[in-house]
């Protein structure tokens, strides 16, 4: 594969120029060593070159405006993409995204200074963005940015609390932060304003969650940028920018890029896109939910029969289809308790199994969720969930943490349409905009998620678990089975 790699022009790395060019080298030599063939132009010299070709990827670190008109004219893949890196250079544009998003952001109002920033383009020097200690010494700073010609910043508090650098790879995995005071490596040291950090702790999965909804929001790949977080654990996102240097994880980063561009863009025949199912696919590992609950009721020796339990079930099943039971606010454990409610209702069994029941379950769920969440961060294609469910399905993926791991959800209950009308799958391709030989659907059951899904044309994943019956089930030839969903990490994407 050919790719064209552009180095960042000087004037936007300042004091990092060698940081920027190492990350970018580390990964084209891991391209370069799996057989790739990769150019590598200085960001000055690209408008020199003409159109290019169809079928070519571009790593671009570029940030002046004729690098991102030049880019957006070019009918090929582009990683970050031009337009994800002009909306992160402007922070009015991306504090209105972090607000759609809720993405925690600074207060109006403050009394511990102000920061004054450019807004005209990513900062180019020291002077760019400023520390003002009071309203008196924002004047004077915003009278220096009128005398530079500067007439488009963006003023912000100051927030006391440790300072936080994060960077990441969308789609990876590939997450991590540092603290800057604890080793030094600043760029401009404004962080002195903040002090030797405190380690305050707080929920650094939240925080996670936090700053990949925001690059999916954006639309970038290759992220980087700055948190406060104060001695309440609580934190707020004071920069998010394109393409960082990764000094402090160079190598580790270069290693998710490179997994990045050859999942998503070399193999000519890989998948582009997931579908996922929900239940029984991402919560249960494969296992019918029936045999799952069935499963909790013989290990709490609740006296039933399997056959009473199917009955008591399907009744339950039927109720909440036909029911406004789940109320799109429900978590999953509240829906879970009232569909085990209605089974021991109609069975006749006392209350007291409830609790211990929906407990048991739910633990279990947890454990199956934490797996298959681990699996979906390193997948690196763009992934639309597409389930049947109660009109709550996401209240549920916010409860497990999986709400922005997906670009779009399409749930039976809120489209109208459910499963295995192939249609449903139609609005999943809608969602990623692909063509159906490019997307794969992942499911457990062969009836409702692969039938359907090869109707249409797409490929098909048939997570193989426990059946609702013991009869045998035979997917279609063209259809790859698995046994763990970490399978879909090792599986030779041009050949699945």
């Keep these: 594969m ?36 990769v150019e590598v132009i200085p960001e000055d010299t690209l408008l020199t070159l003409h159109a290019v070709p169809t079928g070519k990827i571009i790593l671009s670190m570029g940030r002046t ?40 952001q600074p ?143 160079r190598e580790e980063a270069a290693d998710a890029i490179t997994t990045l561009v050859v999942n998503r863009f070399v193999h000519p025949g890989a998948i582009r896109g997931y579908i996922f199912d929900y239940g029984g696919t991402l919560d249960t590992g494969g296992c019918h939910w029936g045999k799952f609950i069935l499963h909790a009721y013989q290990h709490m020796d609740v006296p039933v029969t399997e056959e009473q339990f199917r009955q008591a079930y399907v009744y339950a099943e039927r109720y909440v289809a036909q029911h406004p039971v789940i ?11 009232k569909k085990v409610n209605l089974q021991l209702q109609y069975l006749q069994l006392t209350p007291s199994y409830l609790s211990p029941l929906t407990s048991y379950l739910y633990q279990k769920v ?63 391709l809608e969602s990623l905009q692909l063509p159906p030989g490019a997307v794969a659907v992942v499911g457990d059951s062969i009836d409702k998620d692969i039938l359907p899904a090869t109707s249409i044309g797409c490929r098909t994943i048939w997570f193989r678990g426990k059946q609702w019956t013991d009869t045998l089930v035979v997917p279609p030839d063209a259809c790859v089975t698995i046994n763990d969903l970490s399978e879909l990490l090792t599986m030779n994407p041009s050949t699945n």
């Design 2 to 37: 050919n790719i064209l790699a552009i180095l960042r022009a000087k004037q936007f790395s300042p004091n990092s120029v060698e940081k920027d060019e190492a990350i970018m080298m580390a990964v084209v030599s891991r391209l370069r060593a799996k057989g790739h063939v």
């Design 366 to 428: 947890c454990r199956h969720i934490s797996h298959s969440r681990d699996i979906l961060q390193q997948i690196a294609q763009p992934k639309v969930l597409v389930s049947n469910f109660y009109g709550n399905l996401q209240t549920v993926l916010h409860e497990f943490s999986l709400d922005s791991l997906f670009s779009g959800v399409i749930e039976s209950a809120v489209v109208g349409v459910r499963k295995p009308d192939p249609s449903i799958f139609a609005l999943g």
């Design 327 to 337: 109320l799109p606010d429900d978590t999953f454990r509240q829906t879970l308790e």
């Design 65 to 104: 405006p004729e690098t991102l008109r030049w880019l957006s004219r070019q009918d090929v893949c582009i990683v970050n993409s031009p337009e994800s890196v002009a909306l992160c250079q402007s922070r009015t544009a991306l504090s209105r995204v972090m607000k759609e998003t809720g993405t925690p």
């Design 107 to 249: 207060p109006p109002s403050g009394s511990d200074g102000y920061w004054l920033k450019r807004d005209d383009g990513a900062a180019r020097q020291h002077r760019d963005v400023v520390f003002a200690k009071n309203k008196a010494d924002l004047r004077h700073r915003l009278a220096e940015f009128h005398q530079r010609g500067i007439k488009v910043y963006t003023v912000s508090v100051n927030i006391v609390g440790d300072v936080v650098k994060f960077y990441g790879v969308r789609g990876t995995g590939f997450f991590r932060y540092f603290y800057p005071t604890d080793d030094g490596d600043t760029k401009f040291d404004d962080e002195r304003h903040n002090g030797p950090a405190h380690h305050y702790p707080f929920d650094t999965k939240v925080f996670q969650q936090c700053v990949e909804r925001l690059a999916t929001a954006v639309g970038i790949d290759i992220f980087g940028g700055d948190a406060i977080v104060r001695n309440d654990g609580t934190f707020c996102i004071i920069d998010f920018n394109d393409w960082p240097s990764f000094s402090r994880c």
